[in-house]
């Protein structure tokens, strides 16, 4: 059985031409190693938001990070 990870992110990549924004979603369980993948992945990224993607709490925004405001431990 797969088990879901931890957290949910919506990560603001970019505006588009039209002045939209740019966003794209990922799943994942620990923070450092995501924001050391958009770094590697996405350099332009703005900004994430991260939710629970879990029981009770599933859905609720749990953070925010920028470049300039990175996490600092792996959870929350």
């Given at each position: 059985m797969k088990t879901?990870?931890?957290y949910k992110a919506i990560?603001?990549?970019k505006?588009?031409?039209?002045?939209s924004a740019y966003c794209?979603?990922?799943?994942?369980?620990?923070?450092i190693k995501f924001t050391n993948f958009l770094d590697q992945r996405w350099q332009?990224?703005?900004w994430y938001n991260v939710f629970s993607n879990?029981?009770?709490?599933?859905?609720?925004?749990?953070?925010?990070?920028?470049?300039?405001?990175?996490?600092k431990t792996k959870s929350l």
């Open positions: 879901s990870k931890k990560v603001k990549i505006n588009n031409p039209d002045g794209v979603k990922y799943r994942f369980d620990d923070l332009e990224w703005k879990k029981d009770e709490n599933k859905g609720n925004q749990l953070a925010s990070f920028t470049k300039n405001n990175k996490p």
